[in-house]
C-alpha cells in the first residue's frame, strides 16, 4: 500500500491551496479516506474524512473552511483548503485503512504565514 501526497507549500493569510493523495495496493473506492496533521508540538489529529459512499467528517476547526473529495477513477483524495489561517500550519497526512491494519502517507508540509 502507497499514499503518495503533494499539494504543500507556504501560503498566506486567506488563500486556499488544495492537497492531493493518490492510493495504491489497495480496493481504493471501498475504502475510506483521511486526511490528518501534526503542528509543531502538538498531538496529530484527524482534519477530514471522507467514506466510501461520500459521507465526509471534519474537525471543528475546518467545518466550512476545508472540503474532502474523492475521485475513485483516479484513485485519488483531495483536501481544498480555503481561508487559510496560521493555525492551519502543520504538517498533513494522507491516511486510510485496509485489512485490519493503518497505512500514512509520508507527510505534506503546509505553511500559513504572511
Known amino acids: 500500500v502507497q499514499l503518495q501526497a503533494s499539494g504543500g507549500g507556504l501560503e498566506q493569510p486567506g488563500r486556499s491551496l488544495r492537497l492531493s493523495c493518490h492510493a495504491s495496493?489497495?480496493?481504493?473506492?471501498?475504502?475510506?479516506m483521511a486526511w490528518h496533521r501534526q503542528a509543531p508540538g502538538k498531538q496529530r489529529e484527524l482534519v477530514a474524512e471522507?467514506?466510501?459512499?461520500?459521507?465526509?467528517r471534519y474537525a471543528d476547526s475546518v467545518k466550512d473552511r476545508f472540503t474532502i473529495s474523492r475521485n475513485n477513477a483516479r484513485r485519488t483524495v483531495l483536501l481544498q483548503m480555503n481561508s487559510l489561517k496560521p493555525e492551519d500550519t502543520a504538517l498533513y497526512y494522507c491516511?486510510?485503512?485496509?485489512?485490519?491494519?493503518?497505512?500514512w502517507g509520508k507527510g505534506t508540509l503546509v505553511t500559513v504565514s504572511s
Open positions: 491516511y486510510t485503512a485496509w485489512r485490519g491494519n493503518a497505512y
Open positions: 471522507i467514506a466510501s459512499n461520500g459521507t465526509t
Open positions: 495496493g489497495i480496493v481504493f473506492s471501498i475504502n475510506a
